[in-house]
């Protein structure tokens, strides 16, 4: 870790709870990921899956650790199914920025169990987009995926 990130970590709560030097309601844990209950849920159920070491966003986190961070995500929205919960949907949520809503700088998925009526509503206006448009789109996308080193 950089001396800035190891800051950031000494002041992070995510940090403090996967060393658990924080109190969390876990759930999971594996040496590479922990899962704990969403302090303020959207619903109850919401729960976190963070990568153990410190990362702030998508940027930071390598292949290996952010496809286990999915995949245990996967395991929590199946476990949330199967269990007394008995939620009726599941939204699989990661806020990457400030500007996508993101407020604690530890990389974090949110699994949120959804109930009927349980109120939670993501409003967005959309328009359909031109086909010239789409297609600059793609072509900005697939040069950034040509020129990604992985
Ligand atoms: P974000 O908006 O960054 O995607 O979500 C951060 C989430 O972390 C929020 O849902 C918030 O309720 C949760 N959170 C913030 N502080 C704590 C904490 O100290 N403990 C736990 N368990 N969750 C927290
Ligand atoms: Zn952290």
Redesign the pocket.
């Known amino acids: 870790m950089t001396q800035d990130t190891t800051s950031a970590a000494q002041k992070c709560?995510?940090c403090a709870?996967a060393a658990r030097q924080?109190e969390?309601?876990v759930v999971y844990e594996d040496e590479t990921v922990v899962a704990?209950?969403?302090?303020?849920?959207?619903t109850p159920g919401?729960l976190?899956v963070v990568p153990r070491r410190h990362a702030v966003g998508l940027e930071d986190l390598d292949r290996a650790t952010s496809a286990h961070v999915w995949s245990v995500g996967h395991d929590m929205a199946r476990a949330l199914r199967r269990s007394s919960m008995a939620c009726e949907g599941i939204n699989v949520?990661?806020?990457d920025g400030e500007v996508a809503?993101?407020?604690?700088?530890h990389f974090?998925l949110?699994v949120v169990p959804r109930y009927a009526g349980d109120g939670w509503t993501l409003k967005a206006e959309t328009q359909e987009r031109e086909r010239a448009l789409l297609d600059s789109d793609a072509q900005a996308i697939k040069d950034a995926i040509a020129s990604t080193s992985r």
Do not use: E, K
């Open positions: 709560i995510f709870i924080a969390a309601s704990f209950m969403d302090l303020n849920p959207v919401h976190l949520m990661l806020c809503f993101q407020t604690v700088f974090h949110h």
